[in-house]
């Protein structure tokens, strides 16, 4: 093992200087190859547009175009971590039809050591028009659905309108604007959600009207159900009926009353205290007398629209 080390050691120690030599060469010429060697690539630049006072493009704008480069390769190489644009300045063009030549516009951030072949696309053709301000209706869109057993009765957006600002062809040609996604899925309330507004590129809301609230009206689907077979029964004692079953139906929230279970339905008599008489016909919803209830498990929001028959007879017990 030491016989080993000792031949290493030789090995790397002997000539060491002309070693170090041979190697300060060899480290020049790859700096050399590098300062040197030219390469071709192909980069991305951003495209700034610069429009005279009181006007806008008809049309989004390029934003990206692609760029062919040559140079050093080591300054090619940083290019991608470089951000490369291009100013197209139409502060003397008038409205209409605008033509720019991008090989004619210098492409900012290049280094010198490198240069432009070609850029894709070279030739832009805009429409330049008066800008424009307009007030418009704004659109609800909305995805997903309420819960079930409700119902969306309305999307109501406040304000009602927006102030856009934009080429003043387009805006004129504009009816409505459309908001942001508003989501209903699951809702079984009223809701106010905050959007946005879903606006193509080149129109821009005016001034800080760019929030809008969605007030979402969400409403019961309401429902019939009969049940038959309802028992009836009287509270007080010493009274009775002939009718032991009658035919309710009742009205209210599809959810309640799709959950209401048939032994939750009942009909009560109730004959007032001290009442004298002999007996008679109990109707739904006097205020004094003979009447009757129905009793139903469903809650405040389901009511009864029906009982058959509509008078339940009530006479006195014979005593034994």
Do not use: C
Request: hydrophobic content about 40%; glycine content about 8%; overall charge negative.
């Amino acid at each position: 093992m030491t016989e080993l080390l000792t031949t290493l050691k030789d090995a790397l120690t002997r000539n060491f200087g002309y070693k170090s030599v041979a190697l300060l060469f060899a480290l020049v010429f790859w700096v050399w190859v590098q300062s040197e060697q030219r390469v071709e690539d192909r980069v991305r630049a951003t495209v700034e547009w610069r429009l005279p006072d009181g006007t806008a493009l008809t049309e989004p704008p390029l934003e990206q175009v692609s760029v062919s480069v040559e140079g050093v390769q080591a300054f090619v190489r940083l290019l991608h971590q470089r951000e490369l644009r291009i100013v197209v300045d139409l502060g003397k063009a008038r409205e209409g039809d605008v033509s720019v030549d991008l090989t004619q516009k210098q492409v900012e951030g290049l280094p010198e050591q490198v240069h432009v072949r070609s850029i894709s696309p070279s030739l832009l053709r805009v429409t330049l028009d008066r800008q424009l301000k307009r007030k418009v209706a704004v659109a609800p869109v909305t995805v997903g659905a309420v819960a079930p057993g409700f119902r969306l009765a309305s999307v109501k957006i406040l304000p009602e309108r927006a102030e856009l600002i934009g080429a003043a062809s387009v805006l004129r040609a504009l009816d409505a604007v459309s908001t942001e996604d508003i989501d209903l899925d699951g809702l079984r309330e009223d809701a106010d959600v905050d959007v946005g507004l879903a606006l193509k590129k080149g129109v821009e809301p005016a001034g800080a009207g760019k929030r809008f609230t969605a007030h979402v009206d969400v409403e019961p689907i309401i429902a019939e159900r009969t049940f038959a077979e309802v028992p009836v029964m009287v509270r007080e004692a010493g009274w009775g009926t002939t009718v032991e079953r009658v035919t309710v139906k009742l009205s209210g929230p599809e959810e309640a009353i799709s959950g209401l279970q048939t032994e939750e339905v009942s009909v009560v008599v109730h004959v007032p205290e001290g009442y004298t008489g002999p007996g008679g016909d109990a109707r739904a919803g006097r205020a004094d007398g003979l009447r009757f209830e129905v009793i139903q498990g469903g809650g405040d929001q389901v009511r009864v629209v029906d009982v058959s028959p509509a008078t339940i007879p009530v006479t006195r017990k014979e005593t034994p």
